[in-house]
């Protein structure tokens, strides 16, 4: 089944510390992105990348870091300068960037970071 | 500045009858719009779009109506189910960009 895995579900870690989400698709999709999910917040683009070794800081880079070895991945560095780690991550794919009403998104089913 | 707005943060409407999500736009160069459904601990799943130039979309019990003068569209879904419980979010796109905005979601609950 192709799909998009993001792992692990559920992630703690003290403050202070950096921490990368996973996010692995195999659907052949060339853009892939990171949202970040808040209560009553919606979903903000973190980064986006349109194709390998290449991505775009989106609305909220501040304190993300990103890269784009390989088509399949695209992890999240949540680094201990981000103010308010705490929150829902989704990573998405969608067959190219741009034009998405021929290529919606494609999300995985999120990680939840909890930081103390 | 929040260019898709989705003012009611909630909505509750009885099985069977309809129900009717609103969603608001300030860009008018958007140039599609979509709605995504999500389920707790999920990722939204694409539900349905609209192009800009048309003012009506359908599938099945799902239809987006857009008013371009008012900068508003709707989803109506009729009639509702159970498992139409859920957070739906409004989204716009322009064609020459890379990035979806999307709105703050309304959570839809269906009652028995």
């Known amino acids: 089944d192709g799909g998009i895995t993001q792992s692990p579900k559920y992630l703690f870690r003290k403050e202070g510390q950096n921490v990368t989400l996973s996010c692995e698709q195999n659907l052949n999709h060339d853009a892939m992105y990171w949202y970040r999910q808040d209560p009553g917040q919606g979903l903000r683009l973190i980064y986006y990348s349109q194709i390998v070794n290449d991505f775009q800081k989106g609305d909220i880079a501040e304190g993300y870091s990103v890269s784009r070895e390989k088509k399949e991945s695209f992890p999240l560095t949540v680094t201990s300068a981000q103010k308010n780690p705490t929150a829902f991550y989704l990573c998405a794919s969608s067959v190219a960037a741009g034009g998405f009403y021929n290529s919606p998104l494609h999300f995985g089913n999120g990680t939840r970071l909890t930081v103390t | 500045d929040q260019q898709v707005k989705q003012n009611s943060p909630s909505l509750s409407v009885q099985e069977g009858r309809i129900s009717i999500l609103n969603c608001d736009y300030t860009n008018s160069m958007f140039d599609y719009f979509l709605w995504y459904k999500k389920y707790p601990a999920e990722g939204p799943t694409f539900l349905i779009s609209?192009?800009?130039?048309?003012d009506k979309n359908e599938d099945g019990r799902f239809t987006v109506f857009l008013n371009k003068s008012a900068k508003h569209l709707s989803l109506h879904i009729v009639p509702s189910q159970p498992g139409d419980s859920a957070v739906y979010f409004c989204?716009?796109?322009?064609?020459?960009?890379?990035?979806?905005?999307f709105g703050k979601g309304t959570r839809l609950h269906i009652l028995p």
């Open positions: 989204a716009a796109t322009l064609g020459r960009d890379d990035k979806i905005i």
């Open positions: 609209i192009s800009s130039i048309k």
